[in-house]
Structures are given as structure tokens and as C-alpha cells.
């Protein structure tokens, strides 16, 4: 009897500790932590990249180990406390680290700011509390890869100059994350910098190179994504401004923004955020193609063009490598990425 009573006990005793810990997990919104992705964010924080911390901060779907910021939209410094104050909007305690303030090779160049002078609408929006951490972006991205290899990924939204730091101080460890999901190139349309080349990758074509050539695998949202489906219209945004408290501070962010997509006759549209969805909300990505990528880094006209070579066609002059090592995002859901935006801006 004693030793059926015993069996009895342990076995309640192993189900409430087991209940206790799905319990703990469960009330992290339904994911354990080992089926979340384990994420850096790397970013030059505009109005766009506040909507992709937004959606990080608020997704089940990932575990936000740090974010690192760096030049790009506006200053470095400007980038920190925008990152900050919009991750404490979206109640997200993730660490924040600074990064670089220029290209590999080049001085900054001052372009037309889209997302107004502050990046973030200059609606007064940026009063952090919070303060960035002591440790360079750089190390923080080697060591926490170092100390987890194989299990990070880093979301790229800005140009690629603190990643390719990190892969030219310590290419083996580089090799080592499990995968990039990155904002940038045209895809497989035309530029927003030049005609040929994304903003992100004409800030620094020698970066993007040095990060394609790494063999660290890939997937890339392009220019090409946007559209006007995913875009905000004047009603979203305006559903946006009587939602929460980040569809307030979103809309704000996006003041400047909207008013060049309005002059050019078009929606809002929101390239960082379609990246992170591609992450956190895998079901808008509906197709990519496996390409081998390099970026023009010589030719002046052609600076900052990433030209795709798509795996299975045959060109007459193939890439040197056989390194397919990029999935670029071909087909979206865009109806899904608006319905879940919009309900995390509102609800
Ligand atoms: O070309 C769009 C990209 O450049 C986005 O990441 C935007 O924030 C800017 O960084
Ligand atoms: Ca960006």
C-alpha cells in the first residue's frame, strides 16, 4: 500500500511541477521559451523600424535578447533613444546597444530625411527613460553568438555595417548564427536611394557585401514587398490614432513619412515592419527564391545594386560561387500583415 501511495504522490508531484513550468511558459503567450526564435535586433530606427519593435515587442513568437543600433535614418545617438523610447512603449525591457556611426570605408552621407529630422515624425515623441548599455554593439553580437551557437538570429534593419564589423573582427563565430532576416535590396524591383539600390544597402554596399560573401544564411524582404495593400492608407492611420498607447505613438512616428508616400500618390509603406513579419508572423511569407546575392560596391551609377541570382536559372555568366545561400521573399500575404498590424495598433 505504502508503495502505491508513494507512486501516487510523485506522480502528482512530477505533474504539478511539470504544470507549474508549462503553466510559466503558457502564461508567455502560449510558445515555450525553446520554440521562440532567440533574437538580436539590429537597427537605424525611423518611423518603420519603431512598427517592426513594435511588433517584436508585442510577438509570441520571439525572444528579444538585445537590440543594437546604428547610424542610417538618423545619428547614431538618435537611433539609440528612439530604439529605447519605443521599446519601452511597446513594455519591452531588452537591452540596448550602440553600434557605429559611419560606413565601413565612407564618411555618413546626409540624405533627405523621410522620416523627419528626429526619424520619428519630430512630433516630440522621444523622451526615453532608459539609458544604452556600457558594451559595444559589435561584442555584444560576438559574444552572444559565441555563447549560443547555432540558436541566434539577427533581424537586420538598417544598413549591415555593425554585422559586417562583426564578421571581419570574427568570421568563424559569424558562422555560427543561425540565420539573418534582413530589410534591404530591392529585391527584385526597382530603388529608393538610386533607381538600382535600397537605402540600406547604398548607405553601405562594402557592408552588405562583406555579410552576403560571409555564407551565413538569409532571408531578405525587399523594397519589392511593399505595396499598396500593406501600406497605410489615411483611415489606418487615422484607426491607428484612437487605438493603444503604440498606435498613438506609431501614427505620430509616421507623420513625416506618410507625407512623402501622399506626394507620390501612395500608401504608407512600411518595410521594416513587413521584415519583422516575415519572422514573427511566418504565415505572410508566402513564397521566396533561393538566389546567390553580391552587391556593387565599384561602379558609382551602380553602387549599392544587389544583383540576385535566382538558383535553377542559367545565366551566361554564373556567380563564382555555388552558395545559395539567401531565401528572398517573392510572394506575401498582404491582406494578414494589415488585419494583425492593425490589430496590434488598436487593440
Ligand atoms: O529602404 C528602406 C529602409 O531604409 C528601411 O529600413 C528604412 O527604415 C530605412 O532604414
Ligand atoms: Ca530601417
Given amino acids: 500500500m505504502i508503495m502505491k501511495k508513494s507512486i501516487i504522490f510523485l506522480t502528482a508531484l512530477s505533474l504539478t511541477v511539470c504544470m507549474f513550468a508549462g503553466c510559466k511558459a503558457a502564461e508567455a503567450n502560449g510558445k515555450t521559451e525553446s520554440e521562440k526564435h532567440r533574437v538580436i535586433i539590429d537597427t537605424d530606427t525611423g518611423s518603420d523600424d519603431a512598427a517592426a519593435l513594435l511588433i517584436a515587442a508585442k510577438s509570441e513568437n520571439l525572444d528579444i535578447l538585445g537590440?543594437?543600433?546604428?547610424?542610417?535614418n538618423v545619428p547614431l545617438k538618435q537611433s539609440a533613444d528612439n530604439a529605447i523610447m519605443t521599446l519601452e512603449t511597446g513594455g519591452c525591457s531588452a537591452p540596448v546597444y550602440i553600434g557605429t556611426e559611419k560606413p565601413l570605408f565612407k564618411e555618413r552621407e546626409e540624405m533627405i530625411s523621410v522620416h523627419g529630422q528626429d526619424g520619428m515624425g519630430d512630433q516630440d515623441l522621444i523622451h526615453p527613460n532608459g539609458k544604452p548599455q556600457e558594451k559595444p554593439a559589435v561584442d555584444y553580437i560576438l559574444d552572444t553568438v559565441k555563447e549560443n551557437p547555432g540558436e541566434i538570429e539577427i533581424i537586420c534593419l538598417g544598413p549591415l555595417t555593425n554585422i559586417a564589423m562583426a564578421v571581419q573582427k570574427d568570421p568563424d563565430t559569424m558562422k555560427k548564427v543561425k540565420r539573418l532576416w534582413i530589410m534591404g535590396t530591392t529585391g527584385?524591383?526597382?530603388?529608393?536611394?538610386?533607381p538600382v539600390a535600397e537605402f540600406n544597402v547604398y548607405n553601405d554596399a562594402e557592408a552588405y557585401?562583406?555579410?552576403?560573401?560571409s555564407g551565413v544564411p538569409a532571408t531578405i524582404v525587399g523594397l519589392d514587398c511593399q505595396n499598396e495593400t500593406s501600406g497605410l492608407s489615411d483611415e489606418d492611420l487615422s484607426k491607428m490614432a484612437k487605438g493603444n498607447e503604440m498606435g498613438r505613438y506609431e501614427s505620430k512616428a509616421l507623420t513625416k513619412l506618410t507625407q512623402i508616400y501622399r506626394k507620390l500618390g501612395q500608401n504608407t509603406g512600411l518595410p521594416d515592419a513587413l521584415a519583422m513579419a516575415a519572422i514573427a508572423w511566418p504565415e505572410y511569407v508566402k513564397e521566396t527564391k533561393k538566389c546567390y546575392g553580391t552587391a556593387c560596391i565599384n561602379n558609382d551609377a551602380a553602387y549599392g545594386q544587389v544583383i540576385f541570382y535566382v538558383e535553377g536559372n542559367v545565366y551566361e555568366s554564373m556567380p563564382e560561387t555555388g552558395e545559395y545561400n539567401l531565401e528572398v521573399v517573392s510572394k506575401t500575404d498582404d491582406q494578414l500583415f494589415k488585419k494583425k498590424f492593425l490589430k496590434l495598433m488598436t487593440e
Fill in 67 to 72: 537590440v543594437t543600433v546604428l547610424y542610417g
Fill in 188 to 194: 527584385f524591383g526597382p530603388g529608393n536611394a538610386t
Fill in 209 to 213: 557585401d562583406t555579410v552576403l560573401r
